[in-house]
């Protein structure tokens, strides 16, 4: 799996149960989000179900564990470009101690 492939994650509920989450893991060949590849043709990675608040506690996890490991600065540097998402990573904590 190297450039210029890439991996979309796709997170969907159904109906019947809004608290349920379905999560996939797909990879393309080429860049599908631009348009250069068809987004019809990719091979599934991961197909898993969980709670949308499971879901989140996991997510949450690894923010804080990237956070502790590398910091702002340090973030930035492995990451290019891209400050650490502070606001999302405190968002998430609160409506997960709602």
């Known amino acids: 799996m190297d450039e210029p492939g890439e991996h979309h994650l796709l997170l969907t509920t159904t ?3 809004s ?3 379905q999560i996939e893991v797909r990879w393309f060949d080429d860049w599908a989000s631009w348009g ?3 987004d019809d043709q990719f091979e599934l ?11 989140g506690k996991e ?3 690894v923010l804080t564990k990237i956070w502790l490991q590398h910091g702002e600065e340090g973030y930035r540097k492995k990451w290019l470009r ?6 999302q ?4 904590q609160r409506l997960l101690n709602a």
């Not at 990675?45 to 879901?55: D, P, R, T």
Request: hydrophobic share 35%.
């Open 59 to 61: 997510v949450l996890r």
């Open 19 to 21: 608290s349920a989450l």
């Open 82 to 87: 891209h400050s650490f998402p502070s606001q």
């Open 36 to 38: 250069i590849y068809p």
């Open 45 to 55: 990675l991961l197909s898993a179900g969980s709670s949308k608040k499971e879901f």
């Open 89 to 92: 990573h405190t968002q998430l």
């Open 15 to 17: 109906d019947e149960d």
